[in-house]
């Protein structure tokens, strides 16, 4: 079935650091992989998207990294700030949907410390 | 409105009452989405929009949910009969062109005694 799952349930790095949040899928013919994050008592919200054809995508501190050989995807936030600290959900489209319907990860809380 | 706005933003009711759930999406969104999310757990998909139709509602668990949009816009969902495991924060988002990229509320935290 579809799922997708955290390696880590918490991070926690020093402030400035660079931080890495894993993610593993298990369905190989989704389209896309999106992080979110998520700040306590507000709703999710986007951070960075890839398409099932690319290996990498860069944004603004942000990079995503997706091996489908091994169907793991990793969202790396450079320089790591106090205002980093959210749960990071991971979330895949299903390739036969493009109802815009996610499937979502249990996340991983990064905690950034001063 | 300048983002998705839900009400209540808490509701607390006794196990076998109906509740409704409102959303108001992004003006000019023209897909809409409801998520529910269990304490300390991932979001679960309930059902989508399109405009007023919801070609999409797999997520609902059971019969007793049910959700409708109207005008395009505003959306509602109803919950009869509450349970117990039916107690979670219910998350509506709404989308432009790119699906990808959903707008979140903050969600209303539904609580069934």
């Known amino acids: 079935g579809e799922s997708v799952g955290l390696h880590l349930p918490t991070l926690s790095v020093q402030e400035g650091d660079n931080s890495i949040i894993n993610c593993a899928y298990s369905?190989?013919?989704?389209?896309?992989f999106i992080w979110y994050k998520q700040e306590s008592g507000k709703g999710p919200q986007f951070i960075i998207d890839i398409r099932s054809n690319m290996d990498k995508r860069q944004g603004q501190r942000v990079t995503v990294l997706l091996n489908k050989t091994v169907k793991h995807l990793s969202l790396q936030i450079a320089a790591t700030q106090p205002g980093d600290s959210a749960v990071y959900f991971c979330?895949?489209?299903?390739?036969?949907?493009?109802?815009?319907?996610?499937?979502f990860g249990q996340g991983t809380t990064l905690q950034v410390k001063p | 409105g300048a983002g998705v706005s839900q009400s209540p933003s808490n509701k607390v009711t006794e196990k076998g009452k109906d509740v409704e759930l409102r959303c108001d999406p992004i003006?000019?969104?023209?897909?809409l989405y409801w998520y529910r999310q269990s304490l300390g757990q991932g979001l679960e998909f309930l059902i989508y929009f399109q405009g007023n139709s919801a070609p999409d509602k797999s997520g609902l668990p059971s019969d007793r949910f049910s959700a409708e949009r109207t005008g395009g816009s505003v959306s509602t969902l109803t919950i009869q009969r509450t349970q117990q495991e039916d107690s979670a924060v219910y998350l509506c988002?709404?989308?432009?062109?790119?699906?990808?990229?959903?707008?979140f509320g903050a969600g209303t935290r539904l609580s069934v005694l």
């Open positions: 979330a895949e489209t299903p390739g036969s949907s493009n109802t815009g319907k996610l499937i």
């Open positions: 003006s000019g969104h023209t897909a």
């Open positions: 369905n190989s013919a989704s389209d896309y």
């Open positions: 988002a709404s989308s432009g062109s790119s699906k990808n990229i959903q707008y």
